[in-house]
């Protein structure tokens, strides 16, 4: 009769690859990953079948922790500008606070190891997040730019805004708020 699996082992391998992969890239090597949680390589594998796999299911836990997030006080009866600035403030917060979950999830949405269905499975996660986008994307279409251009400008807007609030941390509150207004004034 086989062992039951360890949900502490299987956590602790996806903290490990989280570090690995913010500091070595996706290309990092299992065994790396394995000694860094504190088991042997093949420990790795009965919990993974495969490294994609182990990526796949990081990306998916990532996502679940950021749309959580998200989902925790949205105001779905709030304008379009309160959702916007909701998805805004609490996204940017949570990539201040983890910038290396930040780091990996980027890394791993813009691979290819990413399966159909991992990325279904995030699509489906997204909720409120697609309602509060829905109409930012409706804006940014009516000026003939593409489908998800209005994300990419967030996450490009975002990064500059962390990269200076990490520069003036005492004015963290303001620097969101200005960006934020910035990101609005630009769908306009």
């Given at each position: 009769?086989?062992r039951?699996?360890?949900?502490?082992?299987?956590?602790?391998?996806?903290?490990?690859?989280?570090h690995?992969?913010?500091?070595?890239?996706?290309?990092?090597?299992?065994s790396?990953?394995a000694?860094?949680?504190?088991?042997?390589?093949?420990?790795?594998?009965?919990?993974?079948a495969?490294?994609?796999?182990l990526?796949?299911?990081l990306?998916l836990e990532?996502?679940a922790?950021?749309?959580g997030?998200?989902?925790?006080?949205?105001?779905?009866?709030g304008?379009?500008?309160?959702r916007?600035?909701?998805?805004?403030?609490?996204?940017?917060?949570?990539?201040?606070?983890?910038?290396?979950?930040?780091?990996?999830?980027?890394?791993?949405n813009?691979?290819?190891?990413?399966?159909?269905?991992t990325?279904?499975?995030?699509?489906?996660?997204?909720g409120?997040v697609?309602?509060?986008?829905?109409g930012?994307?409706?804006?940014?279409?009516?000026?003939?730019?593409?489908?998800g251009?209005?994300?990419?400008?967030?996450?490009?807007?975002?990064?500059?805004?962390?990269?200076?609030?990490?520069?003036k941390?005492?004015?963290?509150?303001?620097?969101?708020?200005?960006?934020?207004?910035?990101?609005?004034?630009?769908?306009?």
């Open positions: 009769m086989a039951p699996l360890s949900p502490e082992k299987r956590s602790a391998l996806l903290q490990a690859a989280i690995e992969i913010a500091a070595a890239g996706l290309s990092v090597s299992t790396r990953i000694k860094r949680a504190g088991v042997a390589e093949g420990t790795l594998y009965t919990y993974f495969t490294k994609e796999q990526l796949n299911e990306y990532l996502k922790e950021i749309y997030v998200i989902h925790k006080g949205f105001p779905v009866k304008s379009l500008r309160d916007a600035w909701h998805v805004w403030s609490v996204s940017l917060d949570w990539a201040i606070a983890y910038p290396e979950k930040r780091s990996v999830s980027m890394r791993l813009l691979s290819e190891v990413l399966t159909e269905e990325r279904a499975k995030s699509a489906a996660m997204r409120e697609d309602s509060a986008l829905a930012v994307e409706e804006r940014i279409a009516a000026k003939g730019l593409p489908k251009f209005a994300s990419s400008m967030m996450g490009a807007m975002q990064d500059a805004a962390m990269e200076y609030i990490a520069k941390p005492r004015q963290r509150e303001s620097l969101k708020e200005k960006t934020f207004d910035l990101f609005w004034r630009a769908l306009q």
